[in-house]
């Protein structure tokens, strides 16, 4: 099932499914995980986390990962496997240093695989690489998605065929440097009352590797319609986007950065404006916090990462799963990581 190298059986999970879930990969540091259900099996995408030596800083320089494994599972709970090397960095001409959190998609038996890279000036851009195998080998493009920027890519299959592009991430994601399509190197924030820095998203286009449209800005809004503003650290919008559709509603959710939440936001089409709602997930072991959420088997599942296997290490963490209840109401219940 493609895969560069040799297919290993890595871990079995416990039995009993509860919040207090054990590391799905305990061989090799793992986070970041976009979890999608492909012809009825759970595959796994997260970023491969690696001690690389390099000194931690505020622009996230020490997550300096080089390649992405995929994982499959069968079942929840359930062993999971994995497929080994996917994509390399060296095998990804305009590529730098970084590949940080990564997401997959599907469309007529060819998978896609989205992945944010520094390029060879240090600018995150966001790169496609396609497979016939949700396992890999991915072949790369041999440049960045054109109009893509910043990091976090997360793709959205609506019911409709239709993909939606979601990115962006400030601080180390770069999102503070972009005017529209203008770079300017300068860190620059919004401060108080002013907007927050909003994520971004497009359309894809039919081959699945260009951008249908401009880039927009997604409007993540209070209850009065407001934008969120940028002192609201607790709840403004820092990285990590998901998407997922739950009975015709939309669910933005995202990482909050130094506050560390899970947050989400909803709206009634893909584009938003998406209205605050709450948390779905507190924060975990380790600065990240970064999430999916999938529907498999008629239940839904917060997959997410703490860094309990490296004792508290940030930049290397492990990946784990949870059950994601939604409310009559539609509301997600606040899941806390250490508690059932
Ligand atoms: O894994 C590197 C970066 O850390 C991700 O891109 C962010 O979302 C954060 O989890």
Redesign the pocket.
Known sequence: EGGSEETVEVESMNDTLNAISDPLVTDIYT??PSAHVFNGKIYIYP?H?IESGVPQDDL?SH?D?KDYHVFSMDSIPGPVTDHGVALDIKDVAWAGR?M??PDAAEKDGTYYLYF?AKDKDDIFKIGVASSDSPTGPFTPEPTPIEGSYS??PAVFADTDGSYYLYFG?IW??QLQRWEGEAYNPQDEYPTGEAPAILPKMAKLSPDMKSLAEEVKEIQIVDKNGDLLKAQDNERRFF??AWVHKYNDTYYFSY?TGDTHYIAYATGDNPYGPFTYQGVILNPVIGW???HSILEFNGKWYLFY?DSTLSGGQT?L?NIKLTELKHRPDGKIETIDPYLN
């Open positions: 986070a970041d970023s986390d996230g997550f990962m970084q940080w959190a944010p990091i976090d991430g180390g994601g990285e990590a990482s990240t916090n970064h990462h930049h963490r």
